[in-house]
């Protein structure tokens, strides 16, 4: 059994609400929710936090590592674009991740092109919505075997 944990960055909370054209009509609780099933179903744990504090996602992820967490999936939000703290603490603990955008960045303002992420993930998944985050879940364990 692997445990799962799936971190979602400032103002995920408000999906299903917040620019629906942009982000998609689905909730945050709905996405975990999903998710959860599909742990159940095929002997995993899920665990899953969202923050709009950079300081509580790092402390999350330092913590996953004494938990002994076996796959991240991430969606840093706003902070892809500007937190180095983010990405040393993923760096120091060594946990397999995916980053996951909801949008398609590479079609959106020049800024979000950039992630501080993007080049120490197992892999990135973006511009699928909601259904990113079962992409991301079916790699993770897909990797874990």
Known sequence: MATILVLHGPNLN???SREPATYGTVSLDQINTQLTDICIDRGHHLLALQSNAE???IDRIQEAKNEGVNYIIFNPAALTHTSVA???T???VDIPFIEVHLSNVY???????RSFFSDI???VICGFG???YV??????LEDLK
């Open 107 to 113: 079609a959106r303002e020049e800024f979000r092109r």
């Open 121 to 123: 993930a197992r892999g």
């Open 90 to 92: 993923l760096l120091a």
């Open 14 to 16: 408000l999906l299903g």
């Open 130 to 132: 909601a259904k990113g």
């Open 55 to 57: 300081y509580e996602l």
């Open 135 to 140: 992409l991301a879940l079916e790699a993770a």
């Open 86 to 88: 983010l990405r040393d």
